[in-house]
């Protein structure tokens, strides 16, 4: 019985979860991007958590590192599955026992 992890292209809905947590953290990303936007502008505060200011900067740094983990969770949601490659000759399956027959050498 052969296993395929979710990374291989299992079903169908195994991959429909990281299309799934792809678009929340695009959409954590696209938060905290309008979130560091207002707060540049001075229309918000900047939030402070345990007594320290969270600035724009870490806003927007936490904005491409949801970016950048949305990228990977699509691409792994998204990619196409993997297909086995065409083995038509039995000097193509990687076994040495048969060589290709253009290999052997020609006498005189």
Excluded: C
């Excluded at 929340?24 to 979130?35: L, N, R």
């Excluded at 918000?44 to 724009?56: N, T, Y």
């Excluded at 990977?72 to 196409?80: A, D, F, H, S, V």
Aim: aromatic content about 10%; hydrophobic content about 40%.
């Amino acid at each position: 019985m052969e296993v395929q992890t979710i990374f291989e292209g299992g079903s169908g809905v195994k991959r429909d979860i990281f299309k799934f947590l792809s678009g929340m953290a695009a959409a954590a990303s696209f938060g905290h991007v309008v979130y560091a936007v207002a707060t540049a502008r001075g229309m918000i505060s900047a939030p402070v958590l345990r007594g320290r200011e969270w600035g724009v900067g870490k806003m927007l740094t936490e904005a491409v590192a949801y970016g950048v983990i949305g990228a990977g969770l699509g691409y792994i949601g998204w990619r196409p599955k993997p297909r086995p490659l065409p083995q038509s000759e039995p000097w193509m399956n990687g076994s040495h026992s048969v060589e290709h027959p253009e290999a052997t050498p020609v006498r005189p």
